[in-house]
């Protein structure tokens, strides 16, 4: 079974500070990973996916296979970073999603 | 606008009192999937469909029906709702090509007394 795991729950950092949102996942396939995230009150939208490799809205992850991790990092945290984020893991051709329990990232001005 | 919208935004309602909750997507898209939300347990699948009358259960389907009669309707049924289903549902889709990226909708915070 696969599996996703943000360690946790909240994190505060202040503006400017850089930010590392952990993502650790376990799955004996090939796994494709995404970050979501949700502002405050708004729907859940993709951030980014590890098959694309860009950085949005100055955010950036890699894949490590080896570590089986995907870590959303940015380097300058932003006021209108404070949002809920998810990670989330699906098989290579598959449209389900696992989830994991999200991050609260307030940043502190 | 590509969107997917649900009905109705808000509700309260009492033990017992079957509802639905509507999901409607204007993408064409293939798959369609229902999550809750609770606090400090993030986002439970509850059912998904993959197209037209093909629909299955997720992680969490005990006290919810679903059917997927048209490709752009994945109505949520709640036969006997209990306080335990007090939560917030979104709706989500997906198709094909699109390295699996899931458009949501704007949730439905429900209520049962």
């Known amino acids: 079974a696969q599996r996703v795991t943000q360690p946790e729950k909240l994190l505060s950092v202040f503006k400017g500070a850089p930010v590392e949102l952990k993502c650790n996942y376990s799955?004996?396939?090939?796994?494709?990973l995404f970050w979501y995230v949700q502002y405050s009150r708004q729907r859940l939208q993709l951030l980014l996916r590890?098959?694309s490799r860009e950085s949005i809205k100055g955010f950036t992850a890699d894949l490590n296979k080896g570590e089986t991790s995907f870590h959303l990092k940015k380097p300058f945290a932003q006021e209108e970073d404070s949002a809920m984020y998810y990670c989330?893991?699906?098989?290579?051709?598959?449209?389900?999603?696992?989830f994991g329990k999200g991050t609260k990232l307030s940043v502190i001005p | 606008e590509a969107q997917v919208t649900q009905n109705p935004r808000y509700l309260i309602t009492v033990t017992g009192k079957k509802l639905t909750v509507t999901c409607s997507q204007n993408?064409?898209?293939?798959?369609m999937s229902w999550y809750r939300q609770d606090p400090g347990l993030g986002l439970r699948q509850i059912y998904y469909?993959?197209?037209?009358?093909?629909?299955d259960k997720g992680d969490v389907p005990e006290g919810y029906k679903v059917s997927r009669k048209e490709k752009r309707n994945f109505p949520l049924i709640l036969e006997s709702p209990s306080p335990n289903q007090t939560s917030l549902y979104f709706c989500?889709?997906?198709?094909?090509?699109?390295?699996?990226?899931?458009?949501f909708g704007p949730g439905t915070r429900l209520t049962v007394l």
């Open positions: 989500a889709s997906s198709g094909t090509g699109d390295y699996n990226e899931q458009f």
């Open positions: 799955y004996s396939g090939s796994p494709e």
């Open positions: 590890h098959i």
């Open positions: 989330a893991l699906s098989r290579a051709g598959s449209y389900q999603l696992t």
């Open positions: 993408m064409n898209h293939e798959y």
């Open positions: 469909s993959m197209n037209v009358e093909v629909t």
